[in-house]
Nanobody
């Protein structure tokens, strides 16, 4: 049974940094797509950043230049380094993955496995 567990969330002030981690268990195979998504109260879950097994990386325009996604396949772990945080970054952050070859990594519906989320709160 594949499981994704996020950690690293917390409360910071504007301009602060956090590093989220997502540990994958239940498989030793590297996923085809992995991504970070977030959902603020009253809003839809949105894509933050994705990384494909071929190294393709994509960011939402709102986080470009501030966030960096990376993965360590040996440790089965996905990371999201978040710098220059803003109050509008406040949300529950979710890790997601799919092992389906050919999945469209940019699309939320492509992801089959999700973590329970970690809360990020940025105060002004």
């Amino acid at each position: 049974q594949v499981q994704l567990v996020e950690s690293g969330g917390g409360s910071v002030q504007t301009g602060g940094s956090l590093r989220l981690s997502c540990t994958v268990s239940g498989t030793t195979y590297s996923s085809y797509c992995m991504g970070w998504f977030r959902q603020a109260p009253g809003k839809e879950r949105e894509r933050v950043a994705i990384i494909g097994s071929n190294g393709v990386i994509s960011y939402a325009d709102s986080v470009k230049g501030r966030f960096a996604i990376s993965r360590d396949n040996a440790k089965n772990t996905l990371y999201l380094q978040m710098n220059s945080l803003k109050p509008e970054d406040t949300a529950m952050y979710y890790c997601a993955a799919t092992w389906r070859v050919g999945a469209y990594c940019y699309q939320k519906s492509s992801y089959d496995y999700w973590g329970l989320g970690t809360q990020v709160t940025v105060s002004s």
